[in-house]
């Protein structure tokens, strides 16, 4: 197994689940989502437990699936609540596996592992995707790599300028010194640019003219999220790694959720603190990274196929790819743990 | 293994295999099929003895095929006749494996194993296909699951509420009891519906008004196939589930052919005792049995792909399964048995 | 393991690598392939040291790729010589697996196996193609088929018959007698047809009237090339199997170069010492030749595929196939005798 057990991932956008039930596999269970009548999400797994057809092919009844083949009726407790045969005593023992979920910062989160651990104090704080005063959108791709990969490629930002070219790459980025830093079950890797030309999309965003400083936080957060915070403050306004109120600030997010060892869905998105209620802008901004990250998309397919075509080759890290390798790390202690945990 | 040996299997439609050679892979063994001059059918290994080429691309010189790559020409009994340079004596060694083939009740039958147990007694009994009064016609599907399922499905006609919900679906079915028996080889589940109105095609058939009593009985026959009588008659005119041909009667015909463990032919067909000579009816019965089929066959293939999407589930059966358990009994004890054989 | 290592096998035509780097999978190794700026060839594998992304999707720089992930920049020598970071010192021990290559015949070799073997003396005799009196020319198909049934094929054109029954096949090649001759690592399989009436092709190239003497001699080049030796000369001329200069003569040239085990390049081509100066005559040869063995591979794809589809089956091999069955030893001694050589 590549990834961590009893932890929440992302399963869905809040919006991309609604009253009629979708097919998704998290974690190599295929699992089917659907809203009950009052909105609350259901996670179960993607099989009638009678001959396992897909309940996603299912019929709605009130907060219930009849299955499409034999019409078993299953509640969203998991629990049968009438047979094929609709005079039949209910069996009580059939059911459907189900899953906790739960729904915050605009995502539906699903707990993988063992049911009652599933506290919701355990899902990672992405304040900026609920906070009052910021603003929060984003998109999604399926993506046929390695989660992994992917979280190796957001704590590197180093990649921009050759991947993103043509967009928000720049050499810049190069010539800033990186600082790592792991601590407990998350890593920083941060860049602090002083004194420099804002670029234009930042000057517009400060709404100030005037030298800047600039930062770049990578942050990693178990099991399988990036957030990165970047803005510009104005030079002397106070503004350091550690806190960085003073000027306009986004959050890009990122979400990494496996399907199999090879592939998985990639929720992404951007907060930010600036011009909130411009919905233009929001939009721009969302096409933007939807761009970018279709550019991520491709390079990361391409190198998934590169590792499997070269199985006597293994990935390097240099400097810059600390951060990805201290997150690795993180997961791989993670997996280990769990299973010195079962063995006892 | 998952099919009889020593088994007769369907292999076409008689109106499927001409002059021209046609390729089809039954129980996993890739088959060449055409007909002599004389119109009889031969089924060899679709592999050229020399070098593997299908014999099915070859050409037919008499009743001989010339394999397109080197010419060596096979007879329809399996030996070269010609080698690949012509003056070249014939090598008595050099031949093709062929298949006892055997054609009744319009189809083209192939036996899978030991050749000289290949009694053409042992054909199913499905006297409707090929009986005077009656008519008969159908048509096939490739489907892509393992053809236990669909005997499965053949033997619960409690999904037609679900799966054919656009057509012939009807709740009814769900509140008639039924009786599953197995006898020997065979099992039968049967439904008796006494003093009902008649559906509108019935009442059509029967060609007669008032209260009718009708039945469902639904038979496996080893080594894959399924006949459901169908009908109705006019209560009070001493029809019975043993015996009922004072009425309207039709008979669903069913042939599983193992393809590979995961994929099936499926030949399919209805007969009928009444109105047989109205050829308008007969097109009308198998364009509309072709859709009910076709929704048929995208369940199963949705069904083969959870199975193997959940390798950790495993198919439960209630009541209304007995039938498909049954049969697949009768299945596992001749593999069984078999093999038992083979051992000594 | 199905090839020989220690040999050189073709890579591309001279023309198929330029200052784009393009990948090219080579008995089982992805490979970048690019010419420096003196137009030598350069041959890596296709995977950036540092993460394995292709490095045919990087960018040129001087002779240098730079990966297109993290920019790190790989000089023709394989050696890394900058470092994602620019500031960071090169590390002396980042490189990419780079191959021997070597120029000739108009094609691209590139060196299977141990550096220090690669002699460009071991590079198969293939004259005609670039001798002063003779011109060259000729295309490439991918072909889904382990290489050594391309080498079957050739080494036997008895199959020209059947296969190209509509361009090239004629009857009269399956009544001259064939002989089949090996030494050391050549394969010969020699027709001498004298006295006959030129086929319009060769009464053309030869320019004259009258009965002819006409050859076709298959000659097997380890590791894996086969030159076909055909043409026509007058009767009375001298022309003999040994020695035949006297008339019109031609050189089809076929390299098969292994993919992976079921799949290979196949570069194929045909010299003449007749016309040369006839552009046109070269194209429609061309023409011709590619049509003709367009039909093979669709023969050979076929024969793969009913290879894996009979798994129970073997070839067989009659006299017709005696060319093929020795070229096969000597590439299995060759194979042996390396996997000896490394055992000691």
């Not at 009438?82 to 739960?102: G, I, K, Q, W, Y």
């Not at 933007?288 to 075509?309: C, N, Y």
Request: aromatic share 10%.
């Amino acid at each position: 197994m590549t990834w961590i057990e009893n932890a929440w991932y992302v399963a869905a956008w809040d919006a991309g689940v609604d009253f009629e039930p979708v097919s998704r596999t998290i974690c190599g269970v295929p699992m089917v989502f659907y809203r009950r009548l009052d909105r609350s999400v259901v996670a179960m797994r993607d099989a009638c437990p009678h001959r396992l057809l897909p309940l996603s092919m299912g019929i709605r009844e009130g907060d219930s699936i009849r299955c499409k083949y034999h019409g078993l009726r299953i509640g969203p407790d998991g629990k049968a609540n009438e047979m094929p045969l609709r005079s039949d005593p209910v069996n009580a023992r059939v059911c459907a596996e189900t899953f906790v979920t739960h729904e915050r910062h605009r995502f539906v989160w699903v707990w993988i592992g063992e049911k009652d651990k599933a506290d919701p104090a355990l899902i990672p704080d992405l304040w900026p995707c609920s906070t009052e005063g910021w603003t929060f959108d984003g998109g999604y791709y399926h993506v046929a790599c390695d989660y992994r990969l992917m979280i190796d490629n957001l704590m590197d930002l180093t990649h921009e300028t050759y991947v993103h070219s043509g967009s928000i790459g720049q050499l810049e980025i190069l010539e800033a010194d990186i600082e790592t830093i792991a601590e407990n079950d998350s890593v920083f890797v941060q860049r602090w640019m002083p004194g420099i030309d804002a670029p234009p999309f930042w000057r517009q965003a400060l709404g100030k003219d005037g030298p800047v400083d600039r930062w770049q936080i990578c942050q990693f957060l178990k099991p399988a999220s990036v957030m990165i915070d970047v803005g510009v403050a104005l030079t002397g306004a106070g503004a350091s790694l550690a806190s960085h109120d003073q000027g306009a600030r986004g959050m890009v997010v990122d979400f990494m959720t496996p399907e199999t060892e090879n592939t998985h869905h990639y929720f992404w998105g951007m907060a930010r603190n600036f011009n909130i209620h411009d919905a233009g802008l929001t939009a721009r901004m969302k096409k933007q990274q939807g761009g970018v990250f279709a550019e991520d998309k491709d390079i990361l397919e391409a190198q998934q196929r590169a590792i499997e075509a070269n199985p006597d080759m293994r990935l390097s890290a240099y400097r810059i790819d600390e951060g990805g390798v201290r997150a690795r790390q993180i997961i791989a202690r993670a997996i280990k743990n769990a299973q010195a945990e079962l063995a006892n």
